[in-house]
């Protein structure tokens, strides 16, 4: 048996969470394998709507084991309201979500750090959602992390107050941010003791376990491939692999392992936060898709950035995971623009390029784009490929062409069933 992977080739945002659960049922197991509480998947179904920051996407399915990986890591206190909010919901938890021994602890002053650096930076911040992913995936490379496994061990609070002391010293260096570091961490210690409550397991042997008994398991990602830490906007990118590479480290598989690879992209494109954009629109179309896409971040409430579709930047990410199918989201975002565009090409340093040039981040990028004509109509009664409008297709046609993979999905709204599936 092999992994499938569901991922974001944008900048996050895209509408992963809804597909995982749709396609959640296929599976036996879903595993995020990467990032934090910035992470927030939206799903929306029977009249509610449903945030998720570290619990698989799974969870909603009845039958279906949610594992969260070694590669995430995990805010206890955040991780606390999720259960309780799933609690609230009905929702069966407690024999279904697995926690990786591997996964590593983000502490309060963890979130302390991330807030006093980002104060420290000014005007070169890069748009931190101040959880507090940053300072623990660097005391992870610096091997001075505090795992999910450690609650259990004997040395737990000695581990917990000598990483604790670590960062005091590093808050020294930093402007004073108002943190109540007491309460805080009566809080996330109440919230260590929910965590207990759940099963820890050695991640990669279950995998590889459940791999061996003919398991079907489905690899969830968290944010988009173009703010992975080695091959995003950097740095104006988040502290993990988000890229199919991220499935081997974060769940401890191999390469030969990974199956499908599902890239989701919006049918247009947005960004929170600093960082370069080629294709932003900073103008009335752009107001226009922020309003219709109620393109507020789901984890900060923040406004997005938004523009056009960027085709050059979606053949660079589709070629660095590998995607094998596509899904195009928030279509239905567009219904009411009477010309659409999407970026087929770069200008910059003199010349015309379909590739994104090293210095993104620091040079002037012009995007030259190729114009469709809209449907200005409600998609709502689009239950199949061939309910869509002609202009539709005419556009995601072209999109399937000059991306070279087939679009698979397409949804036409938030709802569970506003998809269509080729």
């Known amino acids: ?80 309201r999720e259960l309780k909010n799933l609690e609230k919901s009905g929702v069966q938890f407690l024999d279904r979500l697995l926690v990786s021994r591997k ?20 005007k070169s911040k890069i748009g931190s959602t101040l959880k507090g992913i940053g300072p623990t995936y660097m005391d992870k490379t610096g091997r001075n992390g505090l795992r999910v496994g450690d609650v259990e061990l004997a040395g737990f609070r000695q581990q917990y107050e000598a990483l604790k002391q670590k960062h005091l010293e590093l808050l020294k260096i930093y402007p004073e941010v108002p943190f109540d570091l007491e309460t805080e961490e009566e ?3 109440a919230s260590i003791e929910t965590l207990r409550q759940l099963r820890f397991v050695d991640s990669e042997y279950y995998i590889h376990e459940a791999l061996a008994a003919g398991k079907r398991i489905l690899a969830e990602g968290a944010q988009g491939a173009m703010l992975d830490i080695d091959f995003g906007t950097y740095p104006f990118v988040t502290s993990s692999n988000t890229i199919t590479a991220g499935v081997c480290t974060g769940l401890g598989v191999a390469p030969q392992r990974i199956g499908r690879v599902i890239g989701i992209t919006k049918a247009y494109c947005t960004r929170v936060g600093s960082g370069p954009f080629p294709t932003e629109q900073d103008n009335d179309a752009g107001n226009h898709l922020r309003v ?106 072209d999109l399937e062409k000059q991306l070279g993979v087939p679009v698979r999905m397409i949804s036409t709204g938030p709802e569970r069933e506003k998809l269509i599936v080729r």
């Open 187 to 189: 809080i996330w210690f």
């Open 292 to 397: 219709e896409g109620q393109e507020f971040g789901s984890t900060t409430g923040r406004p997005r950035r938004c523009g056009w579709i960027d085709l050059p930047q979606l053949r660079y990410t589709i070629q660095l995971t590998g995607t094998t199918e596509l899904c195009i989201t928030k279509i239905d975002v567009l219904n009411s623009f009477e010309n659409l565009a999407a970026a087929t090409h770069y200008r910059y340093d003199g010349l015309e390029s379909t590739a994104l040039p090293y210095d993104l981040c620091q040079i002037p990028v012009e995007a030259v784009y190729k114009n469709y004509e809209g449907w200005e109509s409600s998609l709502d009664s689009a239950k199949e490929y061939a309910d869509l409008p002609a202009q539709a297709k005419v556009f995601l046609e």
């Open 1 to 80: 048996m092999q992994i499938d992977v569901i991922l974001g080739l944008q900048w996050g945002d895209e509408g992963k969470g809804k597909i995982v659960d749709y396609l959640a049922e296929e599976y036996d197991i879903v595993a995020r394998f990467q990032g934090g509480p910035n992470a927030g998947h939206t799903l929306k179904f029977d009249g509610n709507k449903y945030i998720l920051h570290t619990v698989p996407s799974g969870i909603f399915r009845p039958r279906q084991i949610n594992l969260i990986g070694n590669g995430v890591v995990l805010d206890p206190v955040v991780f606390r």
């Open 103 to 122: 996964a590593h602890l983000i502490l309060p002053t963890h979130r302390w750090l991330d807030a006093a650096s980002e104060a420290h930076k000014g």
